[in-house]
């Protein structure tokens, strides 16, 4: 089981999403290996996400391409004279793929972050074929958010299950009260995430999984 997960904004939780839902899945006996093709600033989000994964990859393995600057990977790339390209990615994933049978992929920042002059985070998960798991962040603007990235999703005729919906705090307000009703008008929530959650329930989990494609 492959996914890519990418984010409705940046700061929406995806790593944190990620860890959780590779941790479970391993538990589950899955062997979930969670990878991060793109990184700007800190690695500490790689370093979360190999943790959740037993270490079973070094962080270069995890992380091929590792930018200083806390922006979009083309401006960062930029500002160390450094031209990506989508190509050495595609292999890195099909070289993990072929020893690993579930692997995530984290994306950076939103859907349409900019990577080359002519490329986004979108055309690599199109190029990489994988079903697509937004993360969203329930705050106010996230319907909105939401809907914008599922119609970029489909244009590009790759499977979205449904979303992932973050509850970075708890609901103090009506958007946050009411935001996951409007969505599942919209697609399927597939999980929930809560504050301080450790682990997902094996009911939700199982939920999740059914719900995913070609398993």
Same mark, same amino acid.
């Given at each position: 089981?492959? #996914? ?7 700061? &929406?939780?995806? @790593?944190? /999403?990620?860890? !959780?839902?590779?941790? *479970?899945? +391993? ?76 692997? #995530? ?7 349409? &972050?900019?990577? @080359?002059? /002519?490329?986004? !985070?979108?055309?690599? *998960?199109? +190029? ?76 939700? #989990? ?10």
């Amino acid at each position: 089981m492959n #996914l890519f997960l990418t984010g409705t904004d940046t700061g &929406v939780g995806k @790593t944190f /999403t990620t860890a !959780l839902l590779t941790s *479970a899945l +391993r538990e589950a006996g899955l062997g979930t290996i969670a990878l991060k093709p793109l990184c700007s600033g800190e690695r500490s989000d790689v370093e979360i996400l190999r943790a959740a994964s037993g270490n079973t990859l070094s962080l270069d393995e995890t992380n091929p391409i590792w930018l200083q600057a806390p922006a979009a990977p083309l401006v960062a790339a930029q500002l160390e004279n450094r031209t990506l390209s989508l190509d050495p990615l595609i292999d890195w994933f099909r070289k993990l793929s072929s020893k690993h049978s579930s692997l #995530l992929v984290e994306g950076a920042g939103g859907w349409l &972050v900019p990577v @080359t002059d /002519t490329e986004t !985070l979108a055309d690599l *998960a199109v +190029r990489l074929g994988l079903p697509v798991i937004p993360v969203v962040a329930n705050r106010l603007g996230c319907i909105n958010h939401t809907l914008l990235t599922l119609e970029s999703i489909r244009t590009r005729s790759l499977p979205c299950p449904g979303i992932i919906l973050n509850h970075l705090t708890p609901a103090a307000d009506i958007a946050q009260r009411t935001n996951a009703q409007i969505l599942a008008r919209h697609t399927q929530i597939l999980l929930e995430i809560h504050p301080g959650q450790t682990q997902i329930p094996d009911d939700d #989990l199982s939920g999740f999984l059914e719900a995913i494609p070609d398993l």
